[in-house]
């Protein structure tokens, strides 16, 4: 296991030097595939991808993306799909080409087409860098606790804890669809380097469980502990409890 943590103070830091490593990465490879989250924690690594496009520090127009998920039940254009998220936190922004992108379907009314759909390019596209948001169940992905490690793309039920703390971004908790589309764990790990960031208090106990917790299928982020190259970016909130014992 050769994991890297890094723990900031200052939250722009962090996603300062995150977004150089990207740009790093994307200028070495221009054909790179990248494994992309939604969730309030990538929003501001994809602004610095913005601003580095917009600086020409950067081209996408050869990169291809693979999402993690996607809700059942919403339609594409659905305010808090994240096929809609993606199209407006970074896509509509950069000169990434609409067809290099990937999000698995949860609008299909064929939730086995839409695995077998993505379960195949998955199988087909190596993911270069994987980043990962972390739930405060340990989730990756819509991979919630009790998911096997060896699981592909599925369909998932989410934890109540999930759909509460989506439910922010909704009216109303029962607006938060029940249901989601994941890539597996297996494909998560077969990425070849995996980002994990990781910002607030409320993520302390998972990160902690990730990074030193047993590996068991309760914590679905301690597999990480297993992958080749992990990076783990950390504000102080959210490395709380290794760094200070809370
Ligand atoms: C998002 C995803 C989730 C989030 C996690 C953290 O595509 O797969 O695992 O990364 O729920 O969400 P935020 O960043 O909103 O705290």
Not at 32 to 53: D, E, H, N, R, V
Not at 77 to 102: A, R, W
Not at 167 to 179: C, G, S
Request: net charge negative.
């Amino acid at each position: 296991m050769t994991v890297n943590i890094k723990v900031f103070n200052d939250i722009n830091q962090l996603y300062e030097e995150v977004a150089s490593y990207y740009v790093e990465k994307i200028n070495q490879n221009p054909n790179i595939c990248l494994g992309l989250a939604t969730g309030s924690t990538p929003i501001m690594l994809y602004q610095k991808l913005i601003m580095a496009y917009k600086d020409q520090k950067i081209s996408f127009k050869q990169v291809r993306t693979f999402n993690l998920d996607e809700y059942i039940g919403l339609h594409q254009n659905h305010k808090q799909s994240y096929y809609t998220f993606m199209k407006e936190q970074l896509f509509k922004h950069i000169d990434i080409q609409d067809d290099h992108t990937f999000i698995p379907r949860g609008d299909m009314n064929d939730d086995i087409k839409a695995i077998k759909t993505y379960q195949n390019l998955l199988d087909k596209n190596k993911i270069d860098i994987q980043l990962l948001g972390i739930g405060a169940n340990g989730h990756i992905g819509f991979n919630e606790p009790g998911t096997d490690f060896e699981s592909k793309t599925h369909v998932v039920k989410l934890a109540a804890k999930t759909r509460s703390d989506n439910a922010r971004l909704f009216n109303h908790l029962d607006e938060v669809p029940t249901h989601a589309i994941t890539m597996g764990i297996k494909e998560i790990m077969g990425a070849k380097e995996i980002i994990v960031i990781a910002v607030g208090q409320n993520k302390k106990d998972a990160v902690y469980e990730m990074i030193y917790g047993d590996i068991n299928i309760n914590l679905p982020a301690s597999i990480l502990q297993k992958h080749p190259n992990v990076s783990i970016y950390l504000d102080e909130a959210a490395a709380s409890k290794f760094q200070k014992g809370e």
